[in-house]
């Protein structure tokens, strides 16, 4: 849905998204997903638009950066009120990506589109309020588990009330696809030196793994294949 609308506003490229695992004690990592947008004009190096999201998947970190960039694009560009993106929710950036809502008075739209236009509203907000519960709550678990490590490291209680079950949702809460091309994996960090290396499901972290190639892809409708020219270039 964001590169439909983004293709309405005229953009040239695919939205970049950047995803980094915030590495937390007590199986309480979680992801953030950095999206940036580049204006239309080729040769672009510099985003004109950025947002983040917050998850506790690599899917859900994706879908909360790219629902925050819809939002914000649909406030910005006001050739998107008379299109079929006029009903989605729109709003102001805030402190570290995140947003307060700004809603269109629904008692202004025709009679047969208001109820459509408050369910709209209602999920936008009852999204907006479980993220930040979400998070609030994941924040003081861990702070919990923090002051009861101490009374485990004194031998009073069981190692594995430290180690909660990580965060795995069924099989078919999945979201769509957010198009573009998923680059190779690009150099990592270093292996992380201390007590509590990073339990990295890929292995030892090299040095000499190729960068990334070029992540600008162009959006449908520019002329030619979009995965031939990247993988050509790649």
Not at 36 to 56: H, K, M, Q, T
Not at 91 to 110: A, C, I, K, R, T
Not at 140 to 145: D, E, H, I, K, S
Not at 177 to 188: D, K, M, N
């Amino acid at each position: 849905m964001l590169v439909r609308m983004m293709s309405v506003a005229g953009y040239r490229w695919y939205p970049e998204y950047t995803v980094e695992e915030q590495y937390r004690d007590f199986n309480q990592s979680e992801y953030m997903c950095t999206i940036r947008v580049f204006p239309d004009y080729p040769g672009a190096e510099e985003p004109i638009n950025w947002s983040y999201g917050l998850g506790v998947t690599v899917d859900m970190a994706v879908q909360d950066a790219s629902y925050s960039m819809l939002t914000i694009m649909r406030v910005r560009h006001a050739l998107l009120q008379n299109s079929e993106f006029c009903y989605a929710p729109s709003s102001q950036p805030g402190e570290e990506g995140y947003l307060s809502g700004v809603y269109f008075d629904s008692s202004l739209e025709d009679p047969l589109l208001q109820s459509t236009t408050e369910m709209l509203e209602n999920r936008d907000r009852d999204a907006r309020a479980l993220r930040i519960e979400l998070y609030a709550t994941r924040a003081r678990v861990w702070m919990a588990l923090t002051q009861l490590a101490r009374i485990v490291q004194t031998g009073y209680g069981d190692m594995e009330m430290l180690n909660p079950v990580r965060t795995h949702l069924p099989a078919h809460v999945d979201w769509p696809a957010i198009g573009g091309v998923t680059p190779l994996r690009g150099p990592l960090l270093p292996p992380v030196r201390g007590p509590r290396p990073h339990p990295c499901t890929y292995g030892s972290q090299g040095s000499q793994v190729r960068v990334f190639p070029d992540p600008q892809v162009e959006l449908p409708g520019h002329g030619g294949n979009l995965y031939q020219m990247f993988y050509a270039d790649a």
